[in-house]
């Protein structure tokens, strides 16, 4: 695009007739010599606009005159009848997403930690556990596989809720007689049925109660999931909760699946069809 249109009288190999009767959608603020030789230069521009992009090659004489017929020698690349102009887009116009690290990483070694897969009923007072852990993932998780700077993987379906709550879930693991206790994020989980949600968790990024961490090297006394209402109390009658004001026949049976998986340091998880069928 040329930033104005020039008033310019030459003799060239081939005569070519230029009417300017338009006003160029893009005005440059330029200081112009009479009788001065130019070479006019195309000028990018960060919004594209509809005048057919064209390279020129003139001698000419400027005037201050915006609009005149030019006699000019001029080589064009443009087809002067073209109603499609090509648009040069901007510097930012193509925008690049980086993934996140853990979007690229290829699988390591996984454990299966938890798989409840029965309804949770008022006898498990709002805290269904595994009382011992399962024993492929009850082992050290520092060494020779670093699962204890790794990630965990959630996931819950609900199958059935007597009246489909706003909950909130996490899962929790309790060592040294349970006064070590350790817990993921909590997830928002209807109790619409069909309802599925994934999360996941980096180990040395769980809540630790008092502050304290699991002993990783050490077997865990049981791994468990915490029922909440839609505020984060426990729906519950453990520690005088009663239930945080709930009805729990509106909440249990809860039938469910809740699983859990432990993924080592710097891995990437390998998905959830290895393990839900």
């Known amino acids: 695009m040329l930033p104005g249109t020039p008033t310019a009288t030459g003799t060239a190999t081939a005569t070519a007739t230029l009417a300017s009767t338009a006003t160029a959608t893009a005005t440059a603020t330029a200081t112009t010599t009479p009788s001065a030789t130019a070479t006019p230069t195309d000028t990018p521009t960060a ?3 509809d005048t057919p992009t064209a390279t020129a090659t003139a001698t000419a004489t400027t005037t201050d005159t915006p609009t005149a017929t030019a006699t000019a020698t001029a080589t064009t690349n443009a087809t002067p009848t073209k109603t499609t102009p090509t648009k040069t887009p901007t510097a930012t116009a193509t925008v690049t997403l980086t993934p996140s690290p853990t979007a690229t990483l290829p699988p390591g070694d996984e454990l299966l930690v938890f798989d409840w897969n029965v309804p949770v009923t008022k006898e498990h007072r709002g805290f269904p556990w595994d009382n011992p852990p399962l024993a492929g993932a009850n082992i050290n998780w520092t060494t020779p596989i670093n699962f204890a700077e790794g990630t965990l993987y959630l996931r819950v379906e609900i199958f059935d809720q007597p009246v489909p709550q706003s909950m909130k879930m996490e899962f929790c693991v309790w060592q040294a007689n349970n006064t070590l206790e350790n ?20 180990v040395k990024k769980m809540w630790k109660k008092d502050g304290q961490p699991i002993n990783w090297a050490q077997p865990r006394d049981r791994n468990g999931v915490a029922i909440r209402n839609s505020q984060g109390d426990p729906v519950s009658n453990y520690n005088n909760w009663g239930w945080s004001g709930e009805d729990p026949d509106e909440w249990y049976p809860l039938d469910m699946r809740f699983t859990v998986v432990v993924v080592e340091k710097g891995a990437g998880f390998s998905g959830w069809d290895n393990y839900i069928p």
């Open 47 to 49: 919004t594209p606009t």
């Open 183 to 202: 817990c993921t994020a909590r997830a928002a989980v209807s109790g619409q049925t069909g309802t599925v949600v994934t999360w996941s968790t980096a």
